[in-house]
């Protein structure tokens, strides 16, 4: 079955930077688009960044410039390289395939503050 596993997350201050891994087992990975989502207390999980089959990449307007999503098809893994945070940032982090599939990862915590 699927399996997609988050990790990375953490407590990082405004304007740090930070690296979030997840590793994808069960699924055709090179096939796929790839996306990264998150979720802030009392808001609708959203889509921020995504990388395609080949390579395109695609981000939300309010991540655009700071976020990149990036891939390693030879280690079914995705990454999200976050660059000038803020504290809108806050969320659980999560990938998963764009469209997203049913199953989801437990996501990885990300909290930026001084």
């Known amino acids: 079955q699927v399996q997609l596993v988050e990790s990375g997350g953490g407590l990082v201050q405004p304007g740090g930077s930070l690296r979030l891994s997840c590793a994808a087992s069960g699924i055709n990975f090179i096939f796929n688009t790839w996306g990264w989502y998150r979720q802030a207390p009392g808001k609708q999980r959203e889509l921020v960044a995504s990388i395609s089959r080949s390579g395109f990449r695609n981000s939300a307007d309010s991540v655009k410039g700071r976020f990149t999503a990036s891939r390693d098809n030879a280690k079914n893994s995705v990454y999200l390289q976050m660059n000038s945070v803020n504290t809108d940032d806050t969320a659980v982090y999560y990938c998963?395939?764009?469209?997203?599939?049913?199953?989801w990862g437990q996501g990885t915590q990300v909290t930026v503050s001084s």
């Open positions: 998963n395939t764009n469209p997203p599939l049913s199953v």
